[in-house]
């Protein structure tokens, strides 16, 4: 008997703490998504095709936006928005190896924020898993999703262990 309302009482706390860790407001489907907060400036700001160069040796250069056409698998594209892509180069001049697996790429433009496209196919598979060692040089190709019309203004920030490094700017393709 005494099992049995140990077990009653187990299951009783444990419905009455699942259904407290669901409360939250009434307001239900929104459809908000994740952008980075980004309170720091970058370290560096420029243009699109120009190296931005950090105290430490490290360059980053991201080439002008074009046009992007997803593949049938790639995910993160946001119908009725443009989709541009750009290649980042990064050339490790630092004394150490530069770990870019935490690498956010957050675009903007006049009309909100830009969403990650990840397409295999098209070789955009986001940041590199690998450190880049010192003196490498790597090319990343990446694309987003974006709101606005062709010519907006477009502003490109990495932010990398939690810093914001560079920010290009330009427009959209």
Known sequence: MKKKLLLSTGISTLGLLL?????????SGSNSTFVPQQSEAPKVKGGFDSPLVLPDGTSFTLSAPSSFTPGHFASGQIKGQIYESFKISISNKSKSPLDLSTLIV??????GSCADIFDGD????????????????????WALSCPGASGSNFDVTLQNNGTNLIQASGKLA
């Open 122 to 141: 098209n070789n955009v598979n986001g940041a590199p898993q690998e450190a880049l060692a010192v003196g490498a040089t790597l090319e990343v190709n």
């Open 19 to 27: 259904t407290g860790c669901a409360s939250g407001s009434s307001e």
């Open 106 to 111: 957050s675009g903007t433009t006049s009309a």
